[in-house]
């Protein structure tokens, strides 16, 4: 069974880690927990609108440094690449390395400047959000309270995205922005990361309306496994609580648009003791379910979702096999 984790901040370690001295990060600290989990794909943050410690994503230049990073290890590498076209997916679909899909979390860094999108995608970028939480100049968060939707600026850059072979994520987007997206975006698009309102009402969680427009534009939800989306209260968070989010995807636009964008945190763990205390959490609040805070959990999702009466083409569609086909389509 091949996994593709939809959503990973792990880029930040290509700077913060003590092994970004050697060049060597990918290969020694996270190459191993990833195969422990059978994932074949990974999507992974290489900025947007947040910073963690000195890290500023949302500055380009922040943003370059952890792009070169990734860039300097995959030239010696032998066992991961980054995945930059149609030809180096299907390699990694069809062999036993791992590839990284380099995504931008947050239009910030642009700077209202669209060379820069086309900069980011020369450097290997395929994947692309508007936002994080908060408003930027191109469109409104999820947290934002006016839920404008896009700026004139942000509706420019939607156009000229439509003309790259990357992926549109609309994770993290207010109500509005979603809905316009959706409404003249030409292409699928994928929400890499939420749970579903209908389970837990969340505000990174997606109504039934906005399911049905991903379905309808043969996009794919990847399914967060963090405790606060997926169930109420988060400390009583399971693998039960995961299946039931994608139980009610399933039954409301089909299996084949479902997939797993966990939005893993165990590779920092002190960044998220800070957030914990600025959202006035107890210390040691759990993120993620009991087993499923790392890629090692995968293959008790798998079981899982068998037990819940998925098919076996089904739990492959799930898995991975739903997101390397949307991937594939829009690749060139």
């Not at 422990?36 to 943003?63: I, K, R, Y």
């Not at 390395?97 to 450097?123: M, N, P, Q, S, V």
């Not at 636009?253 to 800070?274: M, N, W």
Request: with cysteine; proline share 5%.
């Amino acid at each position: 069974m091949k996994f593709v984790d939809a959503h990973s901040d792990f880029g930040i370690r290509f700077i913060q880690s003590p092994r970004a001295r050697y060049g060597d990060v990918m290969t020694s600290e996270h190459l191993p927990v990833l195969k422990s989990g059978g994932v074949a794909l990974e999507v992974m943050t290489v900025g947007g609108d947040f910073a963690v410690d000195d890290l500023d994503l949302a500055d380009p230049v922040d943003a370059f440094r952890v792009i070169e990073a990734v860039l300097r290890e995959e030239e010696h590498a032998e066992a991961w690449q980054v995945v930059r076209n149609r030809g180096d997916l299907q390699e990694i679909a069809n062999g036993t390395g791992t590839g990284l899909l380099l995504h931008i979390e947050g239009a910030a860094l642009l700077r209202k400047d669209l060379a820069l999108l086309k900069t980011f995608y020369r450097l290997g970028v395929r994947s692309f959000a508007f936002t994080h939480n908060l408003r930027n100049d191109f469109g409104d968060g999820c947290l934002e309270p006016s839920n404008g939707g896009f700026s004139l600026a942000g509706r420019t850059v939607l156009k000229e995205l439509a003309k790259l072979p990357m992926v549109l994520d609309l994770a993290h987007a207010g109500e509005r922005l979603f809905e316009e997206a959706a409404a003249s975006y030409p292409k699928p698009f994928v929400t890499s990361h939420a749970g579903v309102k209908g389970i837990t009402d969340h505000p990174r969680n997606l109504s039934d309306h906005q399911l049905r427009l991903i379905r309808d534009a043969g996009g794919v939800l990847g399914v967060a496994l963090v405790a606060a989306f997926i169930h109420t209260p988060p400390a009583e968070a399971s693998i039960d609580s995961l299946l039931d989010h994608i139980c009610y995807a399933a039954e409301r636009i089909g299996s084949e648009h479902i997939g797993i964008g966990p939005d893993f945190t165990y590779f920092y763990p002190e960044a998220v003791e800070r957030l914990r205390e600025r959202l006035g959490m107890d210390p040691g609040t759990i993120m993620f379910p009991p087993h499923l805070d790392s890629p090692a959990g995968f293959p008790l999702l798998a079981e899982a979702l068998s037990n819940r009466g998925f098919s076996q083409s089904e739990i492959q569609g799930i898995c991975g096999e739903n997101l390397i086909r949307l991937f594939g389509s829009l690749l060139q």
